[in-house]
């Protein structure tokens, strides 16, 4: 089992940039693929990125290639989301995710969440 605690969220103007963490409990950090994933008000959640056990290996949502960069340090069971070029569309709440499959877009495939950290992106 694994709990998970997002922070850095906030307001940013477009074009700024945020990092998340999120920190995770427990002794098996280092055993769960990582993800991000995002919800707007009125849409589904959505997929963001996705980082393997080792963190060698990653995979992004098309829409934010080359702007956001995932990573994490599992000496310290957190995972990072480092987002530029931010853009007012991507107001939404982020939520960290844990699974076991890598990669893996899909919701029903990470079983523990965080409770989310808001991001406001103002035009």
């Known amino acids: 089992q694994v709990q998970l605690v997002e922070s850095g969220g906030g307001l940013v103007q477009a074009g700024g940039s945020l990092r998340l963490s999120c920190a995770a409990s427990g002794r098996t950090f280092s055993s769960y693929v990582m993800g991000w994933f995002r919800q707007a008000p009125g849409k589904e959640r959505e997929f963001v990125a996705t980082?393997?056990?080792?963190?060698?290996?990653?995979y992004y949502a098309d829409f934010v290639k080359g702007r956001f960069a995932i990573s994490r340090d599992n000496a310290k069971n957190t995972v990072y989301l480092q987002m530029n070029s931010l853009k007012p569309e991507e107001t939404a709440v982020y939520y960290c995710?844990?699974?076991?499959?890598?990669?893996?877009?899909?919701?029903?495939?990470?079983?523990?969440w965080g409770q989310g950290t808001q991001v406001t992106v103002s035009s």
């Open positions: 995710t844990a699974g076991r499959r890598f990669p893996s877009k899909l919701t029903r495939e990470y079983d523990h």
């Open positions: 980082i393997s056990t080792s963190g060698i290996s990653r």
